[in-house]
Each structure stands twice: as C-alpha cells, then as structure tokens.
Antibody, heavy 119, light 108 residues
C-alpha cells in the first residue's frame, strides 16, 4: 500500500525558514517523480514543485522560485522541501504527492498534508 | 491568475448528468487530469490522460477534451459526488504543472 507521510510543518515568522519532509513507502520510490502541492485553508490546490526520480531535475512554481528547494534521498525513500524567506501567502497545507505511472501531471497518491503557518 | 479556468460552482439534481469544464491554451497541447476533493479529505485522482479512469473510480465518471477545453462528466450524479473538482495539466512551457481554480459541485 502506498503511503506518504509529511512532517515538519509548524508556525514560523515571516522571513523565516522551514524544512518539510515526506516519508514514502509501498512503491519503488526512485522510479517516480514526486511533487509538492499546497492548499491554503479554504482555497484551491496550487502546485509548488516537482523533482524527477533521480532528483537531478527540479521545477518550481513562479511563486516559490528562488525561495524553495525540493530534494530527495532515494536511499531513505524521502522527499524534502526546504523553504526560506517565508511569506504570509505561503501559509497552507503542504501535500507530498506521487506521479501516476502514466507520468505527470497526473498524481495518484497524496499524503495527508502538513500545515505551515507564516505569522 | 491560473492558466486553467474552471467555473467556481455547478449544481446538479440527484441522478442527473453534469459536466465540469476546464479551459486553457495549454490543453491544446497537454492532457488534463481531474481530482475530486471532499471536505476535509485529500484529493483523489478520478481521470487522467483526458479520459482514463483509475481503478476504483465509478464508470459514471468520464472525461473528454477538444481544443483548449477539457471536460469531466458525471452521468447519474450521486450524493457522494458532492465535492470540489480540480483539473490540472502541464503549463504552456510543458515544464511545470498548473491547477485550475476548482469547481464546487453541489448535488441537489
């Protein structure tokens, strides 16, 4: 069974930093691109970033480019999101998500999310 | 503003058919996927590659696309289909992902 479990969320002041982690299990981790998607409370989904299976290719939404870094450790089946220069508009639930076998942008598994509050 | 546009809200009578629309220039090049998100839950993939249903998704859900428009149709809507529906695709560059703003479906 595929499981994605995020951690690392919390309350941080504007300008601060935070590192999110996602522990993955139930699939061959390094075979899939992984995404971070966020959702502000009561709002819609916003794609944040993607990294390919080997971690060598990374893309970001314009809203986080230059402030967030996505990375992965395939030896630990782990995905990370290093966030810096945080702003109030970064407040959201952050979901770790696995691409579908047909390729992204289809996402077939989502974690339960971790809440980041910038205040 | 998002590269993908959705109607904010749509309603359908129980047992009737409803189509949720997603529009964007990127859809002329890339296929859309669709997600259902019930209140307090994480999104669930209900359609990918324009018209493919993941296992476990009822066959009352179908997808189609034409030009810059992707559509998700629910034939015989059920009470449990009441949820927010989001489309996504690659952006015009093909290197990023974009989501539509979401459509809140109410089943009357």
């Amino acid at each position: 069974e595929v499981q994605l479990v995020e951690s690392g969320g919390g309350v941080v002041q504007p300008g601060g930093s935070l590192r999110l982690s996602c522990a993955a299990s139930g699939f061959t981790f390094d075979h899939y691109s992984m995404h971070w998607v966020r959702q502000a409370p009561g709002k819609g989904l916003e794609w944040v970033s993607v990294t390919n299976g080997q971690g060598g290719a990374r893309k970001y939404a314009d809203s986080v480019e230059g402030r967030f870094i996505i990375s992965r450790d395939n030896s630990k089946n782990a995905l990370y999101l290093q966030m810096k220069s945080l702003r109030s508009e970064d407040t959201a639930f952050y979901y770790c998500a696995k691409e579908h076998s047909s390729g992204w942008p289809a996402i077939d598994y989502w974690g339960r999310g971790t809440l980041v509050t910038v205040s | 503003s998002s590269e993908l546009t959705q109607d904010p809200a749509v309603s359908v009578a129980l047992g009737q058919t409803v189509t949720i629309i997603c529009q964007g220039d990127c859809l002329r090049t890339y296929s859309a996927s669709w997600y259902q998100q019930r209140p307090g839950q994480t999104p669930v993939l209900v359609m990918y590659d324009k018209n493919k249903r993941p296992s476990g998704i009822p066959d009352r859900f179908s997808g189609s696309a034409s030009g810059g428009t992707a559509s998700l149709t629910i034939t015989g809507a059920q009470a449990e289909d009441e949820a927010d529906y989001y489309c996504n695709s690659r952006d015009r560059s093909g290197s990023r992902v974009v989501f539509g703003g979401g459509t809140q479906l109410t089943v009357l």
